[in-house]
């Protein structure tokens, strides 16, 4: 289990699940795929509606698409001349669910040392 087709990455048999980890969470790495993988965990949308809930340029768009298609984390079907995304795992929408429950924690605890900071019961 080597290398794959000259392009100095190992294939994925090889690759330690840290690695494959980080990998995946590079390609959440970015706010426009977070808005749009949210958008996806209501329902599946077509692009035209994606795009109008994003307000970015079609090309921006179409780029993290594309980066979110190769991640395997969205899935497109056609049906005439629209193309609909969806979530490929149920568990992204999950995974959505616990990083927001996660920020409103760290949040809410700034929030709170902030408040004894300004109230002077703190250090």
Known sequence: MGETGGHGRATQASTPLYQLKADFFKTLGHPLRIRVLELLSVREHAVA???AQVEVEAASLSQQLAVLRKANLVATRREGSNVYYSLTHPQIAELLRVARGIL????EGQAELLADLKA???G
């Open 49 to 51: 509606e994606v795009l």
């Open 104 to 107: 409103t924690g760290l949040l």
């Open 120 to 122: 002077g019961r703190h």
